[in-house]
């Protein structure tokens, strides 16, 4: 559960949680996190002038003015039962979002990681648009490590030159209704997206303007699928609709991640085909649900 309003007031609801902006009386009860070297050798300081580790309130204090002051969401992580803020949570969204996670040493634990994350998977990406959400699990973090690939993070990779980092695919851009992979296309980077109303040729799509009249979600919802129309005269974009229809969008999604990071292209540098661009509809569907 989510409210937000213009001025970056974020709130966040979980089972055991309340999210909210970081606020200067949250000083004394986040020092302990941030006063405390056990969590702060957790957290990730990569690109930070200093780390955050805080001796007095004041430096606590100082820490809070800065995130309160800059153009991303720094959340306190309240207890519900407690009332006190026991670490947060910092999100930006961009091509790739970062996500830091900074809690007290006694809630490092699987099941408040994994009930943070998961808002982060689920909640963010809507509020923060992003290409990817990475975070980092230093080695000695076991719990974060074991919550993120539970959760479907994939790791660890170096980002921007540092290491340990979990990788989460955001499928904001998803499937076009065609069956265009608009996640992985690399025609416009700025597009949002079919599905977002965001591609130019829109007005002139028969898939875009018949699956919104029927309310569809694709084509392959579609009982005159498929129709041969438009952009399912191209053998890969029909395959993968057909794929959708058997299998579901989520699985298709799922797989050409899963592919992506095995080295599979979707458009080769400076074109509009790839390695799913195959002579029959037969290996296409071989490459999506076995992979290389």
């Given at each position: 559960?989510k ?14 949680f ?15 996190c941030y ?46 039962k ?5 670490g ?17 040493p ?13 808002l ?19 080695p000695?973090?076991?719990?974060r ?13 170096t ?11 955001v ?18 980077e700025?597009?949002?997206?079919c599905?977002?109303?965001g ?5 002139k799509c ?13 084509c392959?919802?579609?009982p ?14 029909l ?8 299998h579901?969008v ?35 569907m ?7």
């Amino acid at each position: 559960m989510k409210d937000k309003s213009p001025s970056r007031n974020y709130q966040y609801e979980t089972q055991r949680f309340l999210l909210r902006q970081v606020q200067a009386e949250d000083a004394p009860a986040l020092l302990k996190c941030y006063g405390n070297p056990a969590a702060v050798a957790l957290m990730n300081d990569d690109n930070c002038l200093r780390g955050f580790l805080c001796q007095t309130l004041e430096d606590m204090q100082a820490y809070i003015s800065i995130w309160q002051s800059e153009d991303y969401a720094r959340l306190a992580v309240i207890d519900k039962k407690s009332r006190e803020p026991v670490g947060t949570l910092e999100i930006f969204g961009g091509e790739t979002g970062v996500l830091r996670v900074d809690l007290r040493p006694d809630y490092e634990t699987p099941e408040v990681l994994e009930e943070l994350y998961t808002l982060a998977k689920h909640q963010f990406p809507e509020d923060f648009p992003m290409g990817a959400m990475v975070t980092k699990a230093v080695p000695q973090a076991a719990a974060r490590r074991e919550a993120l690939i539970k959760l479907g993070f994939s790791g660890p990779e170096t980002f921007r030159n540092y290491d340990s980092y979990y990788r989460l695919p955001v499928r904001t851009l998803g499937i076009a209704y065609c069956g265009l992979a608009c996640c992985l296309c690399s025609q416009k980077e700025s597009c949002p997206g079919c599905q977002n109303q965001g591609c130019e040729q829109s007005d002139k799509c028969v898939h875009f303007a018949c699956c919104r009249e029927k309310g569809l979600a694709g084509c392959w919802e579609c009982p005159d699928f498929p129709c041969g129309q438009g952009m399912q005269k191209n053998r890969r974009i029909l395959t993968f609709a057909k794929f959708a229809k058997e299998h579901g969008v989520a699985r298709l999604l799922e797989c050409l991640e899963r592919n992506r990071w095995a080295g599979v292209v979707y458009h080769q540098p400076g074109g509009l085909t790839g390695d799913y661009d195959l002579e029959t509809e037969e290996e296409i569907m071989r490459l999506l649900e076995k992979g290389k």
